[in-house]
């Protein structure tokens, strides 16, 4: 059985820096390749990075671009998220989560080609 497990949320200021981490069983990072996910109250969940199978390719939505990182340890199957220079608007519940198919060059930012989900870590920045 396919499993994901977030940790590393918690409540930071504005300009502060958190890392989540995603462990992974059943199913690799480094076969598939893997994607963060952030929803916000009221609003519908949406991309935020994603990596690779083989970790040659990442990619970030707009806003997070050159704050957030999104890295893999392989050898213990476990993916971080680095959020550096937070901003309130970051808060959310983020998730990781794994694609149906492999991720080569092209990574997809669609919840719907995601079809395992972690259970979610809240990320709250205060001003």
């Known amino acids: 059985q396919v499993q994901l497990v977030e940790s590393g949320g918690g409540l930071v200021q504005a300009g502060g820096s958190l890392r989540l981490s995603c462990a992974a069983s059943?199913?690799?990072?480094?076969?598939?390749?893997m994607g963060w996910f952030r929803q916000a109250p009221g609003k519908e969940r949406e991309f935020v990075a994603a990596?690779?199978?083989?970790?040659?390719?990442?990619d970030y939505t707009d806003s997070v671009r050159g704050r957030f990182t999104v890295s893999r340890d392989d050898a213990k199957d476990l993916a971080y998220l680095q959020m550096n220079g937070l901003k309130p608007e970051d808060t959310a519940v983020y998730y990781c989560?794994?694609?149906?198919?492999?991720?080569?060059?092209?990574?997809?930012?669609?919840?719907?080609?995601?079809?395992?989900w972690g259970q979610g870590t809240q990320v709250t920045v205060s001003s």
């Open positions: 059943g199913r690799t990072f480094s076969s598939y390749g």
């Open positions: 989560a794994l694609p149906r198919s492999r991720m080569g060059v092209i990574l997809k930012k669609s919840a719907a080609s995601y079809d395992c």
């Open positions: 990596i690779s199978w083989s970790g040659d390719f990442t």
